[in-house]
């Protein structure tokens, strides 16, 4: 699977957009880009996939790049509740590829 | 609420011990992963049972075994237990063997004294 590089922290605004960058240079063609996310110590949280176009659900927007070497989750508006540790993974799905999940952007919402 | 429930919630047992942690999958899932997540390690895949088979292996010690019951729900057992085993052991359920959402139960944190 390909290596993913995220900010280590980020901060953000109450109500603000959040913007949370990811590099994956070496994804290759047939590798998605998963985005989840961790409260505190729960259990992860699924947002959002995609493979190549962007993506939109009642969560969040996927942007991936064209040459698809980078991606950013957006976060509309977000909240407090959304202080959260975001993890970028990339994942093909030939048999044994499984979510490897690295340390991830921390990010703080502030009121 | 994902839906998927661990049980016990906390576990404190000391070196040497064997513990079983326990995993429901949420109703309807076949897949369950199990992961473990560790100061020094972060969330590392540990394995994953589809339909009471094994489906995948990720970064699982020896001492530690996993098995999916025909009711589905999964048990992890940690043998010979060290201090560096300390850690929250999270389970995770999805549909299909290849789920693109996997929900993740609340973990069982273990401590090893």
């Known amino acids: 699977d390909a290596k993913t590089t995220q900010p280590p922290s980020m901060d953000c605004a109450e109500g603000r957009a959040a913007n949370l960058p990811c590099n994956h240079s070496?994804?290759?063609?047939?590798?998605?880009v998963y985005w989840y996310r961790q409260i505190h110590s729960q259990g992860p949280q699924y947002i959002i996939h995609?493979?190549?176009n962007n993506e939109t659900n009642e969560m969040a927007s996927l942007i991936i790049t064209e040459d698809r070497k980078s991606s950013t989750l957006i976060l509309p508006h977000a909240t407090l509740r959304d202080t959260a540790v975001y993890y970028c993974i990339v994942r093909g799905y030939n048999y044994g590829q499984n979510f490897v999940f690295g340390p991830g952007t921390r990010l703080s919402v502030l009121p | 609420d994902s839906g998927v429930t661990q049980t016990p919630k906390h576990l404190i047992t000391a070196t040497g011990q064997r513990v079983t942690l326990r995993c429901s999958p949420r109703s309807g899932d076949l897949s369950v992963y199990w992961y473990q997540q560790s100061l020094d390690q972060g969330l590392q895949f540990l394995i994953q049972y589809y339909n009471g088979e094994e489906r995948a292996k990720g970064n699982i010690l020896e001492r530690f075994s996993a098995q999916q019951f025909p009711d589905l729900h999964s048990e992890l057992n940690l043998s010979s237990l060290e201090l560096g085993d300390s850690a929250l052991y999270f389970c995770?359920?999805?549909?299909?063997?290849?789920?693109?959402?996997?929900?993740f139960g609340p973990g069982t944190r273990l401590t090893v004294t």
């Open positions: 070496t994804i290759s063609g047939n590798e998605y």
């Open positions: 995609g493979l190549k």
């Open positions: 995770a359920s999805s549909v299909r063997a290849r789920s693109d959402e996997q929900y």
